[in-house]
């Protein structure tokens, strides 16, 4: 399916309207069911929907490798995918879905229960980068946003190493071009340690969270972060920089994982 | 409590680093207890907590009025809003809860369903207003978004008439800033019909949802509307305006509502 739709609409200023078209971007619900149970629905562009479910489900903690997966069949006309995994004994499907309410919702709040923070495995990765490197991923990664600058309608993610982007997705949900890139990395076989998340959208907690879980040392975001995601961060070995652009960044943790040159 | 904190950072350009401090915008986990069993987690802005629960419960249709919220009480310490209604007979709990999974989350996948628009009350409101008038709201609107120049990390939602804002809210979620919003109309009294709302946020599907649900006829965004929220916003009699900076905007449904200047 195409990713954007071209419309005819007005466009008003103070001297008057004159009929033209416009690209907008698509959006479609994928409703997700996992072992015949309807697990979700999101809204989301019609691209990469294999890689969204199975990101979403590693996001929420439901599927730890591609092994689990038993088979995967996206239906893009009806707009479903079907996830089946091997059920384990006792599992219980009521509190998995209790807890999708929390933590799938707009959620992972019950992750600031007290001790469950530390409870979490710090990322130990001990790769670091300079700012001019950092620099130039963005700019690729600005350059790559081809959706974007046709429509203004869509958050892109990427994942890189130091020398350039090895994943890179879009959609029009923040949360969903993430789990684009981490389902495209789990189904491809593609390490996420040692690498660079870029994401064009804001850093909240839940962001922090997904980008933990998949042990990536460096987060870096054109836009503002939130004092949660700040303080995740810290907590989790999470180095993350926020507003690069240009040639300038703010370094909100672990900032000796950014070198100078030459370094 | 405040709804930025100071933070310690490290400021880095290709000439080096320094340490200074930057504001960022907080981050709180709400989580709502509609009659005794938790609803749903919010992530939000620590500001305006019970418009926020009262406006999230109208967006999802679980109230209709302020007369059915028997009592509502915000713990903004524990981050819980316990709301009582008076629940209908045979209302069957279940059924709203497996509802909010799909609609709720990422949601109101449910109303693509066919026919389902279709059955939905067109707005009917004759509300005209001058392309001039639009974009002096816009600039008043963008005049008082405070914690966005703060912070560069929250959205912010506003109803107006056409002489100015009435109500205005923030949030680091494009949803929550609209769901306070109608919180505090349906709170305080304020009629939302014959009105507009103003959102700094891309228009989806769901956002037109929320909009068209309170009977508002027009639409404004400084960003990029999806195909589906323009398919809506037609289907449903919402004037949807996108893309309005400056003296500029797309009129992309029910244009006859914005007027030349005099008329």
Request: charged share 25%; net charge neutral; hydrophobic share 40%.
């Amino acid at each position: 399916m195409d990713s954007t739709e071209r419309i005819s609409i007005h466009r008003v200023t103070r001297e008057g309207r004159q009929g033209t078209e416009d690209l907008v971007t698509r959006e479609m619900p994928l409703t997700i069911i996992l072992n015949n149970r309807e697990l979700v629905t999101l809204l989301c562009s019609p691209l990469e929907l294999e890689y969204l479910a199975v990101g979403f489900l590693a996001s929420e903690g439901l599927i730890k490798s591609r092994d689990e997966v038993k088979k995967l069949i996206v239906d893009e006309e009806r707009g479903v995918a079907r996830v089946e995994t091997e059920e384990e004994e006792g599992f219980d499907s009521e509190l998995l879905f209790k807890r999708l309410i929390t933590s799938g919702c707009s959620g992972g709040a019950s992750f600031y229960r007290p001790g469950d923070a530390q409870n979490r495995a710090k990322v130990a990765s001990q790769l670091s980068v300079s700012a001019t490197r950092v620099f130039s991923l963005v700019r690729q990664f600005q350059a790559r946003s081809g959706t974007f600058r046709a429509t203004g309608g869509v958050h892109s993610a990427a994942l890189c190493d130091v020398n350039g982007i090895l994943v890179f997705s879009e959609d029009i949900g923040r949360h969903n071009a993430i789990d684009k890139v981490f389902g495209r990395c789990m189904l491809d076989d593609i390490a996420t340690d040692d690498r660079i998340v870029i994401t064009s959208g804001r850093i909240s907690s839940e962001i922090l969270l997904k980008v933990a879980r998949r042990s990536v040392p460096i987060l870096v975001s054109r836009s503002a972060p939130t004092n949660l995601g700040v303080r995740l961060a810290g907590d989790l070995g999470v180095t993350l920089l926020g507003f690069v652009r240009g040639e300038r960044m703010n370094v909100y943790s672990h900032s000796w994982r950014i070198v100078s040159d030459g370094e």
